[in-house]
């Protein structure tokens, strides 16, 4: 069963950070494009950061310089790295997989999606 499991949300406050996980099971992450998407509270959901097959990676600009995606296929498993939170960071966190060689931060262009971790910035 093609899976992918999102893990390491919580709490934090701001100019925190915090690692998400991205696990993948049924399936080999190496020819996967990988991105990172969120959605906060009455917004529509908007891509964050996203790997390709090869390593190539791309941040959108609201996180540019603070998230940092990378990929192990050892472990079969995607990180990204939050550094410098915000409170505007605050929002579900989601994982999308596409078997493509490069990274996109088109929801649409995405097949498999994992079920969420809530990242919650506060003080």
């Known amino acids: 069963q093609v899976q992918l499991v999102e893990s390491g949300g919580g709490l934090v406050q701001p100019g925190g950070s915090l690692r998400l996980s991205c696990a993948a099971s049924?399936?080999?992450?190496?020819?996967?494009?990988i991105g990172w998407f969120r959605q906060a509270p009455g917004k529509e959901r908007e891509g964050v950061s996203c790997?390709?097959?090869?390593?190539?990676?791309t941040n959108a600009d609201s996180v540019k310089g603070r998230f940092t995606i990378s990929r192990d296929n050892a472990e079969n498993t995607v990180y990204l790295q939050m550094n410098s939170l915000k409170p505007e960071d605050t929002a579900v966190y989601y994982c999308?997989?596409?078997?493509?060689?490069?990274?996109?931060?088109?929801?649409?262009?995405?097949?498999?999606w994992g079920q969420g971790t809530q990242v919650t910035v506060s003080s």
């Open positions: 999308a997989a596409d078997l493509r060689p490069g990274c996109s931060h088109l929801d649409y262009e995405y097949h498999y």
């Open positions: 049924g399936f080999t992450l190496d020819y996967y494009a």
């Open positions: 790997i390709s097959s090869n390593g190539g990676s």
